[in-house]
């Protein structure tokens, strides 16, 4: 099976799964989509209202802002691959669980392996506890290039956040200034104290 086939065979296993309590409420799972060869990857917390109901990721009001942080460095929806951390929604919106997110895991963990995104956009408290570190939280964090599992990680804030929370907006689009620097030309690593690109102990993503 080539690329395509094997991502498709996985998105199937998502539409059906029954590993966790979410797949009793959800409308549909919602496993992801956009480019086979990404230029990057993008991981938010789990799908909401809309997304349950259409079964696409980031469809709703933050998906809009998404869209815009993407055009103002030039990338759009079909460049990237846009993913959660659970593929099912937590009723009213609720984080997911610790439960819930090692029963789906496994999914975002194999679609890495299968896309091989050099860059991966972690959008999130949870996106960013779930694959850089339990106790790093995104305002210390975001903007910052890591090391995990072989690819580079950005944490960001949530584009939900930046809805809420007006100042936010411009702090994500310089973010973005930063990830399409990372993009152009490499990575200049993080090497502070904090979180240190060998230190994988504290996290539950491992390749
Ligand atoms: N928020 C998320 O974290 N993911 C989505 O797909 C939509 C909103
Ligand atoms: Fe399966 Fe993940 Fe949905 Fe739980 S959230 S039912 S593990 S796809």
Redesign the pocket.
Known sequence: MDREELLEALCGE?RV???????KT?TN?VPGEGSVRPRVMLVGE?PGREEDEQGRPFVGAAGKLLDELLASIGLSRAEAYIANV???RPPGNRP?TKE?IE??LP?LRRQMELLEPRVVCLLGNTAIKTLLDEDAWVARVHGRAYTRGGRTVIPMYHPAAAIYTATLKPVLLEDMKKLEKILEKGVKRHVGKMFPDSDMKNTRFST
């Not at 799964?17 to 979410?22: A, I, S, T």
């Open positions: 998502v799964c029954v590993k966790c309590r979410l797949s959800r799972a789990g659970v593929k099912c997911p819930e029963a789906c999914y």
